[in-house]
């Protein structure tokens, strides 16, 4: 690896922080509001929207300018979104500007590890890139907590720059000045990426033939052998993760009795065996048998119907790290699969284009699933155990996919080919 890489990481990692808290900042913003509890959910739907929203055209974007120009120009519109907020911009669409930013960011992030990287340290860089982003949902959690905390927000408030009013009075102005800060680190990060030379042909403008390019392109990759593969297990794991983080907290409040504080420690549970398993994949699992690891999308699945039978923090714990461990091992070497075939069917930031659009689909689409569930009032025993046994039975159909492509044609003969 070499300086390059490493800066990618700082900013990523710095990034992602600051999203996460300013998610909680958002909250807190929404709760002085006195505004209805049902907008907070609509936090995260709005953020993830434009994943979706803006799949036909970001990779165009990412494509027509260095990565790293792009990755300073989407962190710049960040740092609009948080400075919205702190005008008292309403929270829902100063989060949604962050989202924008957000959507515009993540194909340049991904996209420029195939143009910095060889094939072969494409499962060591998505590991180290997934582990640094789970731990930046875990820090950004305990920071955004801290922030908008009694104790954060008198130490923050405390401080006095003589001579100079900031003009900063409350919890949320000081929670959004430190996110700010964070974006602005993350900002000076982003300069520092070099360019690595890679150069695209003229990018399309045309709104409409950007998004039929777009549908070529998703065509493309889904009829891929190894494409199809790769990108239908991102697709169920990115849907499954957000998914499971709203069945631990409802879980944990129904079968272990802890508040929602306490709760979300859970969640933090999970994202360690997530960074675990991420971390171990990248060193064990070479890109020539990433497809080996399908089988622990089943055993995962199946763990998780294990939660029916937990009534003990104790015996909770292990159970959820063992799941993050699972996922985590499970989907950086198909995540890089999926980027390598992308690469050399297409240019780098159309195919993390497609991965957003399906991916993020995945999440509206499971996670409204997942709420008509809880408005039928189903046991919550059930969807534990349907939930699990979707993902152990959706994987193995995968795996049964992929098995009939290698009887026609040895598929695994194409990792590691050039572009074409």
Request: hydrophobic share 55%; glycine share 8%; net charge neutral.
């Amino acid at each position: 690896m070499n300086r390059g890489f490493y800066t990618i990481m700082a900013a990523q990692f710095f990034s992602s922080l600051a999203d996460n808290a300013l998610l909680f900042v958002a909250i807190d913003v929404l709760v002085s509001m006195n505004a209805p509890a049902s907008l907070t959910p609509l936090l995260k739907l709005s953020f993830v929207l434009f994943y979706v929203l803006l799949a036909a055209f970001v990779g165009a974007f990412a494509d027509a300018l260095p990565k790293g120009r792009v990755m300073f120009i989407a962190n710049l519109i960040k740092i609009f979104g948080c400075a919205l907020m702190f005008l008292t911009v309403h929270p829902l669409l100063s989060y949604a500007v962050v989202g924008f930013g957000a959507a515009v960011y993540s194909p340049a992030k991904y996209g420029i590890l195939t143009e910095l990287l060889p094939p072969e340290k494409l499962v060591i860089a998505n590991g180290w890139i997934e582990g640094l982003t789970v731990m930046s949902i875990i820090f950004g959690t305990v920071l955004g907590g801290a922030l908008v905390s009694n104790a954060g927000s008198s130490l923050m408030l405390g401080f006095d720059v003589p001579l100079f009013d900031t003009g900063i009075d409350t919890t949320s102005e000081a929670a959004m000045a430190v996110v700010a800060f964070i974006y602005v680190l993350a900002t000076l990060f982003n300069l520092r990426i070099p360019d690595t030379g890679a150069r695209y042909e003229h990018q399309e403008r045309n709104p409409f033939k950007l998004i039929s390019d777009f549908a070529n392109c998703s065509a493309t990759l889904w009829k891929d052998k190894l494409g199809q593969i790769s990108l239908a297990v991102t697709t169920l794991f990115w849907g499954a993760g957000a998914t499971l983080q709203l069945i631990v907290l409802k879980w944990a409040e129904r079968s272990l009795g802890m508040p929602l504080d306490k709760a979300t420690g859970l969640i933090g549970v999970v994202a360690i065996g997530v960074a675990v398993g991420a971390v171990l994949a990248a060193r064990m699992v070479p890109l020539r048998k990433s497809l080996t690891v399908i089988p622990m999308g089943i055993v995962m699945g199946l763990v998780v119907t294990g939660m029916v039978f937990v009534n003990d923090v104790l015996v909770a714990y292990p159970l959820l790290a063992l799941i993050g461990f699972l996922s985590g091992f499970f989907v950086v070497p198909m995540n890089a699969l999926l980027q390598h075939r992308g690469h050399v069917l297409m240019s780098a930031g159309h195919s993390i284009a497609v991965q957003n659009f399906n991916e993020n689909l995945s999440i509206l689409t499971m996670l409204a699933l997942y709420a008509v569930m809880i408005t039928l009032n189903l046991d919550l025993n059930i969807i534990i155990v349907m939930f699990g046994l979707t993902i152990a039975g959706i994987t193995f159909l995968i795996l049964r996919l992929h098995q009939r492509n290698q009887a026609q044609h040895d598929s695994l003969a194409l990792i590691g080919e050039h572009k074409h």
